[in-house]
């Protein structure tokens, strides 16, 4: 099932990707998104080895922060209330609250016994780096000061 989800998942992504590309700049927007997902992954998992604080405590926070984001962008989409500066600014939310989660995603692989749930931990932190990337698109793509995109 884990697999069938990652595949339905890129084929879901692909497009997105695609439109991408075809903006100006564009094989620069997706590497860099692509780059600085890995390395934020890499500085995340870092800090999940060396931190030692409640993270249980911390990513219900981020939880109800990302509920919150959710129902602003359900309130926005109806009434069309983000501009750009709202936009970008939704954006860098996005990023920080999954940023937090990949986080409480790597420490609780950390504490967790060696037969808990693999797949479970897996796909959260498979979303977690997913919508990182998907956040940085945004980003790199028209609210990051890129003048240059059909998009500003």
């Given at each position: 099932m884990f697999y069938l989800?990652?595949?339905?998942?890129?084929?879901e992504v692909g497009p997105?990707?695609?439109m991408y590309l075809h903006l100006a700049n564009g094989q620069a927007i997706v590497f860099d998104a692509a780059l600085t997902t890995a390395?934020?992954?890499?500085?995340m998992a870092l800090i999940a080895q060396i931190a030692?604080?409640?993270y249980q405590k911390v990513g219900n926070?981020?939880?109800a922060a990302l509920f919150?984001?959710?129902i602003v962008s359900i309130i926005a989409g109806f009434f069309r209330l983000m501009g750009p500066a709202a936009y970008s600014l939704y954006?860098?939310?996005?990023?920080?609250?999954f940023a937090?989660?990949?986080l409480v995603d790597f420490m609780r692989l950390r504490d967790s016994p060696a037969n808990s749930t693999p797949v479970f931990m897996a796909l959260s932190i498979y979303l977690d780096a997913l919508n990182i990337f998907l956040f940085l698109l945004q980003i790199f793509g028209n609210g990051g000061g890129r003048r240059d995109s059909k998009w500003s």
């Open positions: 989800f990652t595949a339905v998942m890129g084929v997105l990707i695609k390395v934020g992954m890499a500085v030692n604080f409640n926070y981020a939880v919150g984001l959710i954006s860098w939310a996005g990023l920080a609250i937090v989660l990949l």
